[in-house]
């Protein structure tokens, strides 16, 4: 999908060069006393989220009958293509739910309107700077701007299974005492039975899990320097990678056939005690409450700590599109949707993080039911993933980095190698998107 | 021997054929549990309708369905209206303009879709077509002509121009001789036509997901994408229901016109 993006934001740039603007459609426009429209393309896929979304987009409708919002459903597979298309077309939605490092390319081309001092006091206090600058990006010139409202993030945690954990005598961590990576390794080797495996790895997509995790141990990967972006792999990089790896195929305490696994497929060994521990993205939760066989016991644990508990981030998004005839009426809306309340609805609907410091403090996500208190505490430690502002990152992870981790969990290449591909095909990537 | 063979062959690839349409019922009856198990099951221990319960509440599945069905119907009727004198043009009358035509049909084939589908969108825009079932099928009927004209053309071909020299022997003009004569040779062609005509539409997803707009005009593949999440993680219990009941009018259309799919019927017309 995303060298279809590409495609299409090639051919939508060309097309742009030799026929000039698209403008809008003629319709709509309100008149005095006419209700303002405003199309909401929104990605809400979970049930519950979905209802939550229909019901504040209701509720603001019946509160502002002259700013009626069109509640449009999405989907996260394709919505970058439709995007490029009705961005190029002059006919894009007024409110776009997004992600944050879709945001920048759409930004520098000029197709979001900058929120830089646009946003109400309200709601600008309620979310952290560290989630701000997730949103915060080049317009294509000279200067920076925010290009749109943060409001879902994602924190990588471990689901475990109690009854193993129990059984094996080990401390559960808590968010005031996490465990360690040393501490994790531990435990993963005292729950590694004969047929059973104390974690698994899925790993068919393993760039950013590795970078948001490498941050643990201060590792960056990236490096700018007067206004150039390199690939470093230093001993701050190598920590998580080798880690994993010694888990892998010195203590054997992980399971080398859940590597080719996506996120959400090493479940059902976990159900059946095959692996104790999953870690994971908290928004696996969900699966894990509705799929878990009856009697089941799980607990989500708080997430690693190496020299910090800190992870890389980025943010699910609000935008007001550029091109939108209607950008006040657009904002308002947003900050109607992601003030406090709401954002609790939709964190607990799409089991993720808001960014929300009201939000977090929702007794609905401070519960200790499905581990929402240790999800929701991890968010503290989120800060902006480095590679968030790195251009040319895209290509350097689908063409260097996912095939050389991959080989590198595979057992198939060494640490150092891995290290060399990671920073010399990557600096070739990155080098053309700095000229 | 050989025939118990051959039936052994047909029963597998029958096997193979029906493989992916039983899972996809089996997995739409299951409980989120069961399709978490570690050993899954062809028979769902608990069958449940929670699935296509939950498909219906959250999205128009009978809307876009019927939406698909006007704009897949429509597209193969058109297609064939048009294609179908087209080849049989292309196929008789071989001249140097035939040969450019059918090259250029040809050539046109090669463009990828991501390349024309900004332009097209505001070729569509300025004909007030974006976000009509209209529009969509003006798009799906140009896409889909190519192919459906070699097809057709490949049909026209193989009816012997004999038959219709016979025809005018025995006094029947041109309409004639291609009414009474070479279409209902055509038919198993045109059935073809229609049904790839048909399928392509019904399946289509790009075009669809551009040109239109409002959750009002929407057609089947798009309400079947949301059951689907970020990292390829989807709800595959609702997914499945949808999924299954998307396939049924390919089927039923399918079962309607198969019967006229048949061959042979021009073994012996033109001796010697």
Same mark, same amino acid.
């Given at each position: 999908m995303k060298r279809l993006s590409a495609a299409l934001a090639v051919a939508a740039v060309a097309l742009a060069a030799g026929c000039g603007s698209g403008g809008g459609d003629g319709g709509g426009d309100a008149a005095s006393g006419e209700p303002v429209k405003l199309r909401f393309l929104s990605l809400a896929w979970q049930k519950e989220s979905i209802e939550a979304n229909k019901q504040i987009v209701a509720d603001w409708n019946t509160a502002n009958p002259k700013i009626q919002v069109e509640y449009v459903q999405g989907s996260w597979d394709n919505v970058n293509d439709q995007l490029v298309t009705s961005f190029e077309a002059g006919d894009p939605p007024d409110v776009i739910h997004d @992600?944050? #490092? *879709?945001?920048?390319? &759409? *930004?520098?081309? /000029? &197709?979001? =309107? @900058?929120? $830089?001092?646009?946003? #109400? *006091?309200? =709601?600008?206090g309620d979310i952290p700077q560290a989630a701000w600058d997730t949103v915060t990006f080049s317009d294509g010139k000279s200067g920076q701007g925010v290009y749109g409202v943060p409001f879902l993030q994602e924190s990588q945690v471990l689901i475990a299974n109690k009854k193993l954990l129990d059984g094996a005598g080990v401390r559960v961590p808590t968010p005031d005492s996490p465990w360690t990576w040393d501490e994790f390794a531990d435990a993963a080797g005292k729950l590694t039975k004969k047929g059973a495996y104390g974690v698994a790895w899925p790993m068919k997509s393993p760039v950013n899990k590795v970078l948001n995790l490498a941050l643990n141990f201060g590792g960056t &990967? &990236? @490096? $700018?320097?007067g206004g150039k972006t390199t690939v470093k792999v230093g001993p701050q990089e190598r920590e998580v990678l080798q880690r994993i790896h010694d888990q892998l195929y010195t203590d054997r305490s992980a399971d080398p056939s859940a590597l080719g696994m996506g996120t959400a497929d090493p479940l059902p060994g976990f159900f059946a005690g095959k692996y104790a521990i999953v870690p994971a993205g908290v928004y696996l939760r969900q699966q894990v409450a509705e799929q878990a066989p009856s009697g089941f016991e799980w607990v989500t644990l708080p997430p690693l700590k190496g020299q910090t508990s800190q992870q890389g981030a980025v943010s699910q998004t609000l935008s007001v599109a550029a091109d939108s005839k209607h950008p006040d009426e657009a904002l308002k809306f947003i900050a109607y949707f992601?003030?406090? #309340?709401?954002?609790?609805? =939709? *964190?607990? /609907? @799409?089991? =993720?993080?808001p960014t929300s410091t009201t939000a977090a403090k929702d007794p609905a996500l401070t519960t200790k039911e499905n581990g929402w208190d240790v999800a929701t505490a991890s968010a503290k430690d989120l800060v902006v993933a480095p590679f968030l502002k790195v251009n040319g990152f895209d290509e350097w992870k689908s063409k260097v980095a996912t095939p050389a981790m991959q080989e590198y969990f595979a057992d198939k290449i060494s640490l150092d190698e891995l290290a060399k591909r990671l920073v010399e095909d990557g600096n070739k990537v990155l080098e053309r998107y700095s000229r | 021997m050989t025939r118990a063979l051959k039936y052994l062959a047909l029963l597998g690839y029958l096997v193979f054929l029906a493989f992916p349409l039983l899972w996809l019922l089996s997995t739409a009856l299951k409980t989120p549990q069961e399709m978490a198990a570690l050993d899954p099951t062809w028979i769902p221990r608990r069958p449940t309708l929670a699935n296509f319960a939950d498909a219906f509440a959250e999205q128009d599945l009978v809307g876009a369905g019927l939406r698909s069905l006007v704009v897949a119907v429509a597209t193969a009727l058109i297609t064939v209206a048009l294609a179908l004198p087209a080849a049989y043009a292309l196929a008789r009358f071989r001249g140097v303009a035939g040969k450019i035509a059918i090259g250029w049909v040809l050539v046109s084939q090669v463009f990828p879709v991501v390349l024309i589908i900004i332009p097209l969108f505001m070729v569509l825009r300025r004909m007030e077509l974006v976000n009509t079932l209209a529009g969509l099928t003006v798009v799906h009927v140009t896409f889909v002509m190519p192919f459906a004209l070699w097809m057709l053309r490949g049909y026209v071909r193989a009816v012997p121009r004999e038959l219709e020299e016979a025809a005018a022997v025995d006094g029947a003009g041109r309409l004639r001789a291609l009414a009474a004569v070479v279409a209902p040779l055509l038919a198993p062609g045109v059935v073809a036509t229609l049904l790839f005509s048909f399928i392509s539409s019904w399946n289509e997803f790009m075009f669809a997901l551009v040109i239109l707009?409002?959750?009002? !005009?929407?057609?089947?593949?798009?309400?079947? !994408?949301?059951? !689907?999440?970020?990292?390829g993680v989807a709800r595959l219990g609702p997914l499945a229901a949808a999924s299954l009941l998307a396939t049924v009018p390919s089927l039923v259309f399918f079962a309607t016109i198969q019967r006229r799919l048949r061959s042979g019927l021009m073994a012996g017309a033109v001796k010697g």
């Amino acid at each position: 999908m995303k060298r279809l993006s590409a495609a299409l934001a090639v051919a939508a740039v060309a097309l742009a060069a030799g026929c000039g603007s698209g403008g809008g459609d003629g319709g709509g426009d309100a008149a005095s006393g006419e209700p303002v429209k405003l199309r909401f393309l929104s990605l809400a896929w979970q049930k519950e989220s979905i209802e939550a979304n229909k019901q504040i987009v209701a509720d603001w409708n019946t509160a502002n009958p002259k700013i009626q919002v069109e509640y449009v459903q999405g989907s996260w597979d394709n919505v970058n293509d439709q995007l490029v298309t009705s961005f190029e077309a002059g006919d894009p939605p007024d409110v776009i739910h997004d @992600d944050s #490092p *879709a945001l920048s390319s &759409f *930004a520098s081309r /000029g &197709f979001l =309107l @900058d929120l $830089t001092g646009k946003i #109400p *006091a309200e =709601l600008n206090g309620d979310i952290p700077q560290a989630a701000w600058d997730t949103v915060t990006f080049s317009d294509g010139k000279s200067g920076q701007g925010v290009y749109g409202v943060p409001f879902l993030q994602e924190s990588q945690v471990l689901i475990a299974n109690k009854k193993l954990l129990d059984g094996a005598g080990v401390r559960v961590p808590t968010p005031d005492s996490p465990w360690t990576w040393d501490e994790f390794a531990d435990a993963a080797g005292k729950l590694t039975k004969k047929g059973a495996y104390g974690v698994a790895w899925p790993m068919k997509s393993p760039v950013n899990k590795v970078l948001n995790l490498a941050l643990n141990f201060g590792g960056t &990967f &990236f @490096d $700018t320097q007067g206004g150039k972006t390199t690939v470093k792999v230093g001993p701050q990089e190598r920590e998580v990678l080798q880690r994993i790896h010694d888990q892998l195929y010195t203590d054997r305490s992980a399971d080398p056939s859940a590597l080719g696994m996506g996120t959400a497929d090493p479940l059902p060994g976990f159900f059946a005690g095959k692996y104790a521990i999953v870690p994971a993205g908290v928004y696996l939760r969900q699966q894990v409450a509705e799929q878990a066989p009856s009697g089941f016991e799980w607990v989500t644990l708080p997430p690693l700590k190496g020299q910090t508990s800190q992870q890389g981030a980025v943010s699910q998004t609000l935008s007001v599109a550029a091109d939108s005839k209607h950008p006040d009426e657009a904002l308002k809306f947003i900050a109607y949707f992601l003030n406090g #309340p709401n954002q609790a609805k =939709l *964190a607990k /609907g @799409d089991w =993720l993080l808001p960014t929300s410091t009201t939000a977090a403090k929702d007794p609905a996500l401070t519960t200790k039911e499905n581990g929402w208190d240790v999800a929701t505490a991890s968010a503290k430690d989120l800060v902006v993933a480095p590679f968030l502002k790195v251009n040319g990152f895209d290509e350097w992870k689908s063409k260097v980095a996912t095939p050389a981790m991959q080989e590198y969990f595979a057992d198939k290449i060494s640490l150092d190698e891995l290290a060399k591909r990671l920073v010399e095909d990557g600096n070739k990537v990155l080098e053309r998107y700095s000229r | 021997m050989t025939r118990a063979l051959k039936y052994l062959a047909l029963l597998g690839y029958l096997v193979f054929l029906a493989f992916p349409l039983l899972w996809l019922l089996s997995t739409a009856l299951k409980t989120p549990q069961e399709m978490a198990a570690l050993d899954p099951t062809w028979i769902p221990r608990r069958p449940t309708l929670a699935n296509f319960a939950d498909a219906f509440a959250e999205q128009d599945l009978v809307g876009a369905g019927l939406r698909s069905l006007v704009v897949a119907v429509a597209t193969a009727l058109i297609t064939v209206a048009l294609a179908l004198p087209a080849a049989y043009a292309l196929a008789r009358f071989r001249g140097v303009a035939g040969k450019i035509a059918i090259g250029w049909v040809l050539v046109s084939q090669v463009f990828p879709v991501v390349l024309i589908i900004i332009p097209l969108f505001m070729v569509l825009r300025r004909m007030e077509l974006v976000n009509t079932l209209a529009g969509l099928t003006v798009v799906h009927v140009t896409f889909v002509m190519p192919f459906a004209l070699w097809m057709l053309r490949g049909y026209v071909r193989a009816v012997p121009r004999e038959l219709e020299e016979a025809a005018a022997v025995d006094g029947a003009g041109r309409l004639r001789a291609l009414a009474a004569v070479v279409a209902p040779l055509l038919a198993p062609g045109v059935v073809a036509t229609l049904l790839f005509s048909f399928i392509s539409s019904w399946n289509e997803f790009m075009f669809a997901l551009v040109i239109l707009k409002d959750p009002g !005009v929407e057609t089947l593949p798009l309400t079947l !994408v949301r059951f !689907v999440g970020p990292e390829g993680v989807a709800r595959l219990g609702p997914l499945a229901a949808a999924s299954l009941l998307a396939t049924v009018p390919s089927l039923v259309f399918f079962a309607t016109i198969q019967r006229r799919l048949r061959s042979g019927l021009m073994a012996g017309a033109v001796k010697g």
